[in-house]
Nanobody, 128 residues
Framework: QVQLVESGGGSVQAGGSLRLSCAVT????????LGWFRQAPGKEREAVAG??????TYADSVRGRFTISQDNAKNTLYLQMNSLKPEDSGIYYC???????????????????????WGKGTLVTISS
């Protein structure tokens, strides 16, 4: 099991920036894929970005504005969000998987995208 704790959410105006962090504690297995997902009220959870050992993956709606990265020394996953829009608002979740059929390998099936462990989320609110 992997424990994930998100932080860094908040309220900003459109055009602003936020950086989300996710503390990753891997007790029994090491994740092969880490990702950020979000869910707005009344909407289905959507994938935002993923990262594994070879590449990063982004949703079309955030490509060029968001950057996913990880600091292995600090066991922390980040999501730098720039040029924020009101439609970026929602609860942002960090997720991990140690298998082979997950978001990083192409699993696009909502709401879990093949990811095994999830954090509780952090709220992001973008005002116009």
């Amino acid at each position: 099991q992997v424990q994930l704790v998100e932080s860094g959410g908040g309220s900003v105006q459109a055009g602003g920036s936020l950086r989300l962090s996710c503390a990753v504690t891997a007790n029994t297995w090491r994740p092969t894929c880490l990702g950020w997902f979000r869910q707005a009220p009344g909407k289905e959870r959507e994938a935002v970005a993923g990262i594994d050992n070879t590449r990063t993956t982004y949703a079309d709606s955030v490509r060029g504005r968001f950057t996913i990265s990880q600091d292995n020394a600090k066991n922390t996953l980040y999501l730098q969000m720039n040029s924020l829009k009101p439609e970026d608002s929602g609860i942002y979740y960090c997720a991990a998987d140690g298998g082979k059929s997950h978001f990083c390998s192409g699993n696009r099936q909502a709401p879990y995208y093949g990811m095994t462990d999830w954090g509780k989320g952090t709220l992001v609110t973008i005002s116009s």
